[in-house]
């Protein structure tokens, strides 16, 4: 199946500082998610992003398709950013999301 | 909104139970999953269904059943429950809807802890 690879695995940001995380899939896709997990578990989607840019307030990613990554960007972090976030990507004719590892992103005060 | 709600946060149960996880969406959509998220693995696709009465085996179906007998409502069963199926499972749905993708609503979680 396709094979999902998220970096870096953990980070540690102080608040206000910005930061990005990486999502590398093994194969052409044509579903792309990015979802937060809060700390106590629910899991929120951020971003369909198949291909291309988009943003949504102090986050944005964008995906390039050809060369099979996306990146999720984080601006002016704050405290309530903390959580894993999880990259999940659909190959074609495949119906099912396979889920990155996710990055564990703390944001100190 | 669509909710997607988990009939129990928190369960203990002991080896060799029969368990049952439910799960009700309200926004009539046809995708409903079963996912268990371990520590250091990520999301892991245990079953998942398309239509009422459909099921599909995902990456980790071992030890596990489903089943659905309304659109809604998609329940997981573990026949007998062991340890090694402590873990946090996770009740998604989704309809295909404009652009064609699954595009997840996930539920709070069920915490699992077999003894």
């Known amino acids: 199946g396709i094979q999902v690879e998220q970096s870096p695995p953990d980070l540690i940001l102080q608040e206000g500082a910005n930061s990005t995380l990486r999502c590398n899939f093994s194969d052409s896709v044509n579903n792309l998610q990015w979802f937060h997990q809060n700390p106590w578990g629910q899991l929120i989607n951020l971003f369909y992003?198949?291909?291309g840019t988009k943003q949504n307030g102090r986050l944005s990613a964008t995906t390039v398709a050809t060369e099979r990554y996306s990146l999720l960007y984080i601006s002016s972090s704050q405290t309530t950013d903390s959580g894993v976030y999880f990259c999940?990507?659909?190959?074609?004719?495949?119906?099912?999301?396979?889920f990155g590892k996710g990055n564990q992103v703390v944001v100190i005060p | 909104d669509v909710k997607v709600t988990q009939s129990s946060r928190y369960l203990v149960k002991r080896t060799g139970e029969k368990v049952f996880l439910e799960c009700v969406q309200d926004m009539d959509h046809e995708n409903m999953f079963w996912y268990r998220q371990d520590p250091g693995l990520g999301l892991r696709l245990i079953y998942f269904s398309y239509d009422v009465k459909m099921k599909e085996k995902g990456d980790i179906p071992e030890g596990y059943s489903v089943s659905r007998e309304k659109k809604e409502r998609f329940s997981l069963i573990l026949e007998s429950a062991s340890t090694n199926q402590t873990s946090m499972y996770l009740c998604a749905s989704s309809s295909p809807g404009f652009s064609g993708a699954n595009v997840l609503t996930f539920g709070a979680g069920s915490r699992l802890t077999v003894l």
């Open positions: 999940a990507v659909e190959g074609y004719g495949n119906n099912r999301l396979a």
């Open positions: 992003i198949p291909s």
